[in-house]
T-cell receptor, first 114, second 113 residues
Framework: EDKVVQSPLSLVVHEGDTVTLNCSYE??????LLWYKQEKKAPTFLFML????IEKKSGRLSSILDKKELFSILNITATQTGDSAIYLC??????????????FGTGTRLQVTL | KAGVTQTPRYLIKTRGQQVTLSCSPI?????VSWYQQTPGQGLQFLFE???????NKGNFPGRFSGRQFSNSRSEMNVSTLELGDSALYLC????????????FGQGTRLTVV
């Protein structure tokens, strides 16, 4: 059975701290790994990773994938209260033909306090 | 450009009833996927539609069904509702088949009483 596991489940940090969120996976037919941020309802896309060792950056957020060890990390530096959200990791699985589906982890709830 | 629009935003139904949820994808997007999100199970894939055809399906009972119209709008139907169907139902659209860089709607919060 395909599995995506995120850790920690929840995290409380002070503004300015740096955090690292983890995502490990055991799946068949891996295509890509995606990170989403969910604040209220709609998850918003952060990164898509397909190749090992290539860091993707967007402002204070960065992510990297290790396809040999089957995990990814999401780093947030200089955290702000606006970073408080659930961070979801999803693995895109190759389906029949060009179809695919996302298998999500249960998420990491991050709370950034003043 | 307008994002993914889901209607209704909130819904309360009783056990045994059926419900239809609607999703209008981003203009030009042809692929629509549906997900169920519950506190215990997280986000789980229901199905994906592309060009009016279901292309991929998750592990949900046959009570969950969907369809896609020629304008790429999609509907999801749940029949014989159970208490455990209470969840946030999210729709995601993407430009082409496959959920790469999928954009999510705000979801429909379904409560079954």
């Amino acid at each position: 059975e395909d599995k995506v596991v995120q850790s920690p489940l929840s995290l409380v940090v002070h503004e300015g701290d740096t955090v690292t969120l983890n995502c490990s996976y055991e799946v068949t037919n891996f295509r890509s790994l995606l990170w989403y941020k969910q604040e209220k309802k709609a998850p918003t896309f952060l990164f898509m990773l397909t190749s090992s060792g290539i860091e993707k950056k967007s402002g204070r957020l960065s992510s990297i994938l290790d396809k040999k060890e089957l995990f990814s990390i999401l780093n947030i530096t200089a955290t702000q209260t606006g970073d408080s959200a659930i961070y979801l990791c999803a693995v895109e699985l190759r389906g029949t033909g060009t179809a695919s589906k996302l298998t999500f982890g249960t998420g990491t709830r991050l709370q950034v306090t003043l | 450009k307008a994002g993914v629009t889901q209607t209704p935003r909130y819904l309360i139904k009783t056990r045994g009833q059926q419900v239809t949820l609607s999703c209008s994808p981003i203009s030009g997007h042809r692929s629509v996927s549906w997900y169920q999100q519950t506190p215990g199970q997280g986000l789980q894939f229901l199905f994906e539609y592309f060009s009016e055809t279901q292309r991929n399906k998750g592990n949900f009972p046959g009570r969950f069904s969907g369809r896609q119209f020629s304008n790429s709008r999609s509907e999801m139907n749940v029949s014989t509702l159970e208490l455990g169907d209470s969840a946030l139902y999210l729709c995601a659209s993407s430009l082409r088949l496959g959920t790469t860089e999928a954009f999510f709607g705000q979801g429909t919060r379904l409560t079954v009483v």
